[in-house]
């Protein structure tokens, strides 16, 4: 096994190896929640608390279910009715809540950078359930083991992350990992969507679906993040759709047998066709939710190896 992180930040400082192990041991928790036994020891005895400073369906929910299903105490606290809308620091919270001794922490938060903060000051392991518009490492994880059980591989293949690429978390998460995983990413989005320096990232960037889709094996939708834009982006949804949603004309530039993916929650008819979502002899929107879970058990299962091999480690250094 080789997987060496304490926490999980960003997918940037994760090696391949890393990446591979964890989508390995993902395949098992596949298999486990497919069946009516769902139930692992691999928690058992930690404490898990989830703590949201966004809205979330998707990630908060199958966090809640990894850790329930790996036997785990899950907490999950409401922070819209924390101390923090008292005034209360996060770094406070942070320490509040490092005193009643959790194992694993699941922070998502709007400031990009706090969730490494918070590893700072913690001293148990740290998951990013997605900070501001810098990383989503579940996301990625989960889109890779999606890409690999369906193309039959990770590397060599096009990939065509598509629309608001400059608000986007999942999107840098998915260029890290796609990268290290030698696969060929390309952006596609207005210019208005697209972050300065993108060019620099080692992707093509295109702002024409049908050359950016050009024979592209997986296509990768985002949602137009209007939470994060402080000004008008796009001329208007329905402009926005003609040019850059995709649909099944835009689609047909894609290799027959491409994958269409959407992290959600999606605006149906704004970044996607409602009929190409829903297809599901080209959609992988729901496997994309099912993954999630199996990666979620699976990055958490890795992390605390590594925290009580620490612990032990420290523990024998005290009684030299
Ligand atoms: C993404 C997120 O929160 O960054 N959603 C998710 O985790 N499933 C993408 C989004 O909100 O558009």
Redesign the pocket.
């Known amino acids: 096994m080789s997987f060496r992180a304490r926490h999980l930040l960003g997918i940037e400082h994760l090696a391949p190896d890393e990446i591979t192990t964890l989508l390995d041991l993902s395949e098992q928790y596949v298999d486990l929640n497919r069946g009516d036994q769902k139930h692992d020891t691999a928690l058992a005895g930690l404490t898990q608390i989830n703590m949201f400073f966004?809205a979330?369906?998707?990630?908060q929910a199958s966090f809640e279910l990894a850790g329930k299903r790996l036997g785990a105490d899950v907490m999950n606290m409401h922070m819209a009715a924390s101390s923090l809308k008292k005034g209360e620091t996060l770094i406070d919270t942070a320490l509040t809540l490092n005193a009643m001794h959790p194992d694993l922490l699941v922070m998502?938060h709007p400031q990009s950078g706090s969730v490494s903060l918070l590893a700072e000051k913690v001293n148990c392991a740290v998951l990013n359930?997605?900070d501001g518009r810098h990383e989503?490492p579940t996301?990625a994880l989960l889109d890779a083991l999606t890409i690999r059980r369906s193309m039959g591989r990770l590397h060599r293949l096009t990939v065509a992350i598509c629309g608001?690429i400059a608000h986007?978390?999942?999107a840098r998460s998915n260029i890290h990992l796609l990268g290290k995983m030698e696969n060929r990413v390309r952006l596609v989005g207005p210019p208005t969507l697209m972050p300065t320096g993108a060019a620099d990232w080692g992707v093509e960037v295109f702002h024409d679906m049908a050359e950016g889709l050009k024979d592209a094996d997986v296509v990768m939708m985002?949602?137009l993040?209007k939470e994060r834009m402080d000004g008008a982006f796009i001329p208007s949804e329905r402009e926005y759709f003609h040019r850059f949603g995709l649909d099944a004309g835009k689609l047909a530039h894609a290799k027959d047998s491409a994958i269409v993916m959407h992290?959600?929650?999606m605006n149906r008819g704004v970044e996607i066709d409602g009929t190409i979502a829903d297809d599901i002899n080209r959609s992988v929107i729901q496997e994309q939710v099912e993954m999630?879970v199996a990666v979620r058990m699976a990055a958490m299962n890795l992390l605390a190896r590594n925290l009580r091999a620490a612990r032990s480690n420290a523990d024998a250094g005290v009684m030299v």
Request: aromatic residues 0%.
């Open positions: 966004e979330s369906t998707r990630t998502r359930a997605g989503h996301q608001d986007s978390r999942v985002l949602r993040q992290p959600g929650p999630g």
